[in-house]
């Protein structure tokens, strides 16, 4: 049969650059093997199956990497709204509000349209970041992504495990020059990981040095265990930053909002904004947002 597709390239404003996702839709009948295969052939970080909605959703979806299934995923879900809005017909100057049902439970999604045609989709993220256990030393992370151990670390931050629900090991770098250096050893990458019980890890090097004056961080992640060598955008590692941040920074109460940069050491650069609410030093709530472009149309044949 032929089965409908969109790819878009999301958390930018612009083509070619941010993160691209694929869409395919009337997925219902698609088994999991078929859409791990699927995924694969786009062979993007993520690909989403549009499923029927349940309940007051908007439609349910399903995320792949080339590597595995994710129960939740940041630039899926701006893409996928920014998608379907667009696709019920959303005019310029307009907003619409749904729901989209991952399995890591339902998103609220709000997309808007700009006067001049652009997109953008902010997302609460379904659950609150958590501190996990057992991170890598310094020096294990540093020799992982070819860094000197001095280059780890700068002001309060250490390296820290968080997730929201996806986990990922957080590494400070003292610059946005080295980070752009990291090269990393996949081998002792899945070793170190498995040694903790960590299965399918993903390190987020991030570094306060920034390309615009505007943004708070600059960021690289890593993801080999699930097929993705590097990561141009990575929303879901953006809602568990949530967490470092309230740790090490130690916002005061209210909401706080800041960009992260991705994307730029592959030439594809990314904007992700991220925005929290603390309250008594814990974080109550967390929402990711960014813009997308719809970039292709087309028909799969199976």
Known sequence: MARRYHTLDVFTDRPLSGNPLAVVHDAADLDTAAMQAIAREFNLSET?????????????????????ELPFAGHPTVGTAVLLASLDGLNPGSETTFRLGEQAGPVPC?????????????????????????????????????????????????????????????????????????????????????????????????????????????????????????????????????????????????????????????GRPSRIELSLVTRDRVVTGVAIGGGAVILMAGHLSV
């Not at 989403?48 to 590597?67: N, Q, S, Y």
Request: with cysteine; hydrophobic share 45%; proline share 7%.
């Open 110 to 266: 709000r997309v808007q349209r700009l006067a001049d045609g652009r997109f953008t989709a902010t997302f609460e993220a379904p659950r609150l970041p958590a501190a996990i256990d057992h991170t890598p030393d310094t020096a294990q992370l540093a020799g992982i992504l070819g860094l000197d151990s001095r280059d780890v670390g700068f002001g309060a931050h250490v390296p820290s495990r968080f997730g929201a629900p996806v986990s990922f090991c957080y590494v400070p770098v003292r610059s946005r020059a080295a980070v752009d250096a990291i090269r990393v050893d996949v081998g002792w990458f899945g070793e170190t990981f498995a040694a903790i019980g960590e299965n399918h890890p993903a390190i987020f090097a991030y570094s306060s040095e920034t390309a615009a004056a505007e943004a708070a961080f600059y960021a690289r992640m890593f993801a080999p265990g699930l097929g993705i060598a590097e990561d141009p955008a990575t929303g879901s590692a953006a809602a568990a930053f949530a967490g470092v941040l309230n740790r090490f920074e130690r916002l005061p109460d209210g909401r706080h909002g800041f960009i992260i940069e991705q994307g730029f050491a592959m």
């Open 48 to 68: 989403v199956f549009v499923l029927p909605a349940t309940g007051d959703h908007r439609a349910d979806i399903r995320i792949f990497t080339p590597g595995g």
